[in-house]
């Protein structure tokens, strides 16, 4: 009877929390995300989205938060990381609207949902938003640009090693230190076969590219007048080449450095460039 009592059990005590369940560590960068809002900072929220694999963090400053400005922006980010297998939001509605439903589906990206009102099941991208609203209040109040402040931390944080992983977010994200203002050691890993890959190629370019054209080019002396190529849009009554004269200062292989009459340096091409033959230095008879 007394259990049963209706108002009794309105006013209980919340029962004890299951154990922690850990999220199992995905295969590789970019498979499993957290994703969340934070703010607003004035009229602008930040869209948060961290890698469970990396803990390399993405931060977005939005000034709208419906689901396609959502779209549209994970959409840069996957074009430069691809598709994640899966990503986790909270139940906020414009992360459960129809639109972005079908946006995950049509690239085969499974989308988990975080507990009602159990922050914890989000607790990777919550714990970074601690970081992230303690650096903007920070910035905010010693008068700084908060959106400046915003790029300096996620450098650093992305470039300092994990607490859990002990590597850094970009190292495990792109297999490389990214560099800071600190200075360190760089541990340089040449790839030989990319290294010899890229000389065959561009020795296949460079002897398609040359078979018809000479060995060698022009070389112009120091202090030789020139014309220098048209570019603006010509018509069959333009000349090709423009009626101004300079001089040759240097040249360093195929490009040239002129100077015009008023002393302005131009760089071309030596193709872009002709010798012009000044008639007062022409030592030739007259008919």
């Not at 890993?189 to 460079?206: A, F, M």
Request: charged residues 25%; glycine residues 4%; aromatic residues 10%.
């Amino acid at each position: 009877m007394i259990k049963s009592c209706h108002a009794c059990q309105l006013v209980s005590p919340s029962p004890q929390e299951p154990p922690v369940i850990m999220t199992k560590l995905p295969t590789g960068p970019f498979k499993y995300l957290e994703m969340d809002f934070t703010g607003p900072y004035g009229q602008e929220s930040l869209l948060v989205v961290i890698d469970y694999y990396t803990r390399y963090p993405l931060v977005a400053i939005m000034k709208s938060t419906t689901s396609r400005s959502i779209i549209n922006q994970l959409s840069k980010w996957f074009s430069m990381f691809g598709y994640p297998n899966s990503i986790r939001t909270d139940n906020a509605p414009n992360l459960c609207s129809d639109e972005f439903k079908s946006f995950l589906y049509e690239h085969g990206i499974k989308h988990c949902r975080s507990t009602p009102y159990f922050p914890r099941s989000n607790r990777l991208v919550e714990n970074f938003n601690k970081s992230l609203k303690k650096c903007i209040h920070t910035a905010i109040s010693e008068n700084r640009n908060w959106r400046d402040a915003l790029n300096t931390f996620l450098l650093h944080f992305r470039a300092t090693p994990h607490c859990t992983t002990n590597f850094s977010p970009a190292f495990l994200m792109f297999n490389r230190e990214i560099k800071t203002k600190i200075p360190q050691l760089e541990k340089v890993h040449v790839n030989k076969k990319l290294i010899t890959q890229d000389r065959l190629q561009k020795d296949r370019i460079q002897n398609w590219a040359n078979k018809d054209k000479s060995k060698g080019y022009k070389k112009i002396k120091v202090g030789e007048k020139v014309l220098i190529r048209r570019h603006e849009e010509n018509n069959k009554m333009s000349p090709l080449w423009g009626k101004a004269i300079y001089k040759f200062v240097k040249q360093t292989g195929t490009a040239v450095n002129l100077i015009s009459e008023s002393g302005v340096i131009y760089q071309r091409n030596v193709s872009q460039v002709k010798s012009y033959i000044d008639k007062n230095n022409f030592q030739g008879g007259t008919n």
